[in-house]
């Protein structure tokens, strides 16, 4: 089949469809570079949309980390149907529905299991999404169907961009799936907006860390599940662990399958109930995606290896107050001895710093150190491809931080640098070192403490 | 059914349960039985899992017992389909995909009787498939307003009608269409566009 695009060249496609979802029909360009997806029922609105986003808006993915974070669509198709033209994704993406579904998961090989990489994930979507609404663009269809990532990488990219809400130039083509859909668009009072995506983000948040739907407990509200859902989605839904009311909360911690929301710490705790109790009817209480992208961030430095061999998600998170046993697989955490945390602080100006709050490092073996460690303002990677600048030690007993390409690593002692460490050059990271990371005011320091398991 | 279109409705099942195990959403969502009839009615595969399910071989036999099919469905559609509870999601509104190529050989109307009110409890939906020439097209509308005529059994046309069928499995699998969701009774319209050498009956 002959595809025209608007600049009057043609692409060649495979006669077969690759698939076909409620919008349209995808096909395989034969170069093998790209698909071709023609809409069943192109709309003005669309045509009128789609030229924006090809054009001036692609430049949000420009650049190579944040290309390979869309699909972003490169052309549009004009004959036989409107349509565009968008990249290929690449080998080792999968659909997202295979990490959130969990008898889909269990189909796959146990590498596709891995809690770290369900950090990672969730932080990239979280960039992705801050990306877009940064720019004034919402998704409006968010859910595991159009987010394909790479399970053992966490390489995340989103597609089906053509969905975008340009805010006050394209009304939205699509409501969004119903257990991702904002409460205030399944009782159909609001349009599609980035205040409806965050609501979809933090459901997918959730889901991908502690594998259970925030809506989905055991309160029944009919016993027909589309009425169910219709109220348990909705404004009147009950979060699974509501901090007051227990009444959709699975029976105990120990049932299998629940896992509580303060695992992950006091600030996702608190994001999570923004989202899932005052979000649900007040929209603008859900965070922000860049607030996610914060608090995910400061997740993954505190995630560490399971001490089973035969733990099924292989890592877990620490949380201050929480006992440190697996919760995947029950297993009490052992750590070398003298594990040192290193906590973080900001510098304010004037040699001064203050705590970032909820900021503190676990010094495990082989734990790196990235630039967005080192001052304020720099964006974190959103794959687990990122180069790292220092990584944590064990060498005879002494644990210590290789400084691999940190510019200026100071030690700094009674308020005043003691010394450099250079680029090759480890330090042994004694209990209340300080560590400068970069220059003040934005660069951050660090200060050693130790685990007290 | 006979010969080449039987063997090619097992090729049939077998494509269709390759393309549930690529599917998180159904392999998720789906579960799958088979019913037969002949002479008599039987439940060939019980209700599973798309992941458990094993595609069977089908073999040829006489007799189209409509009304004894339409019982059997009925049961399985009362013993199988559960509702929403605090341990359970809930079942969402059967798909029945009823393939036929003759005339009823029994007293069917008892059977509709009963299959209509596990239908209507339910909610179930019907896809009556009526194949090759010898189709009682009268009988399948009765049954249903969902009726596809498939004149020339030819194993071609048998492939891409169990193309349908998956597709039409994973549509319903993707969790709940939007429509679903917003309360409205599932139709044909959610459903793939049928493929080539198929007719609606409309």
């Known amino acids: ?453 | 059914m006979h010969g080449a279109p039987i063997e090619a409705v097992t090729t049939g099942l077998k494509n269709f349960e390759a393309a549930l195990r690529l599917d998180p959403h159904a392999l998720e969502c789906a579960a799958i039985s088979i019913l037969t009839f002949a002479s008599k009615a039987h439940e060939l595969t019980s209700l599973v899992e798309a992941g458990s399910f094993a595609p069977p071989v089908l073999t040829a036999e006489g007799g189209t017992a409509l009304g004894a099919a339409l019982e059997l469905l009925a049961d399985a559609l009362e013993r199988d389909t559960r509702p929403r509870t605090p341990e359970y999601v809930g079942d969402w509104r059967p798909l029945v995909f009823l393939m036929t190529d003759g005339q009823p050989t029994d007293d069917w109307q008892p059977g509709l009787a009963r299959y209509r009110a596990a239908a209507a409890r339910w909610k179930s939906t019907l896809i009556a498939i009526g194949c090759g020439p010898g189709v009682a097209i009268d009988t399948l509308s009765e049954l249903t307003k969902t009726v596809m005529l498939m004149p020339d059994m030819t194993p071609d046309t048998i492939a891409s009608l169990f193309d349908w069928i998956s597709q039409s499995v994973r549509t319903a699998s993707r969790a709940v269409s939007q429509h679903a969701a917003q309360g409205v009774q599932s139709t044909f319209a959610d459903l793939p566009p049928p493929p080539q050498g198929i007719r609606v009956v409309l």
């Open chain 1, 1 to 453: 089949m002959r595809v025209k695009l608007q600049d009057g060249t043609f692409v060649t496609c495979e006669p077969r469809p690759l698939g076909q979802g409620g919008v349209g029909r995808v096909f395989r360009t034969t170069d093998g570079r790209s698909v071709v997806k023609l809409f069943h029922h192109p709309t003005p609105e669309l045509e009128k949309a789609l030229p924006l986003i090809v054009g001036d808006y692609r430049r949000i993915a420009d650049g190579t980390e944040w290309s390979e974070l869309y699909r972003w669509p490169d052309a549009i198709v004009v004959e036989p149907t409107l349509g565009v033209r968008l990249p290929l994704v690449a080998d080792g993406f999968h659909e997202l529905s295979w990490l959130i579904f969990l008898k889909a998961l269990a189909s796959r090989p146990p590498s596709w299991r891995s809690w770290r990489s369900r950090v990672v994930i969730a932080s990239a979507i979280a960039s992705a999404v801050t990306r877009l609404h940064g720019s004034g663009l919402a998704h409006s269809d968010l859910s595991p169907r159009n987010i394909w990532v790479d399970p053992l990488t966490g390489r995340v990219t989103l597609i089906d961009i053509d969905g975008l809400v340009v805010p006050g130039v394209v009304p939205p083509q699509v409501l969004g799936t119903p257990e991702y859909i904002a409460p205030e668009l399944l009782v159909k009072q609001a349009r599609p907006s980035s205040t409806t995506d965050l609501h979809s983000l933090a459901v997918l948040i959730y889901q991908l860390l502690l594998y259970r739907h925030p809506l989905r407990g055991p309160r029944v509200c009919s016993p027909d599940p589309a009425e169910d859902d219709l109220v348990a989605l909705g404004p009147d839904g009950l979060f699974v662990d509501h901090p007051s009311d227990a009444s959709n909360r699975p029976v105990s911690e120990e049932w299998a399958g629940f896992w509580p929301t303060r695992l992950l710490g006091p600030q996702l705790m608190e994001m999570f109930s923004r989202a899932f109790v005052a979000g649900l009817r007040s929209p603008g209480a859900r965070p922000p995606a860049g607030e996610w992208v914060h608090a995910l961030v400061r997740l993954t430095d505190r995630v560490v290896a399971c001490s089973s061999k035969r733990c099924p998600e292989g890592f877990l998170p620490l949380s201050d107050g929480v006992a440190p046993i697996c919760p995947w697989c029950r297993t009490p955490l052992k750590l070398r001895k003298r594990t040192p945390v290193l906590h973080l602080y900001q510098g304010i100006g004037d040699h001064r710093y203050e705590p970032e709050p909820h900021w503190w490092i676990a010094g495990t073996e082989g734990r790196r150190i990235y630039p967005w460690h080192t001052a304020k303002g720099i964006a974190a990677a959103t794959s687990m491809n990122a180069r790292p600048i220092a990584e944590v030690e064990h060498d005879n007993g002494v644990w210590r931080l290789r400084n691999h390409e940190l510019a200026e690593l100071r030690v700094i002692r009674d308020g005043r640098e003691h010394r450099v460490i250079p680029a090759g050059d480890s330090v042994a990271l004694h209990d209340g070192l300080t560590l400068l990371l970069a220059a003040p005011p934005r660069g951050r320091a660090i200060i050693v403490s130790r685990f007290d398991l």
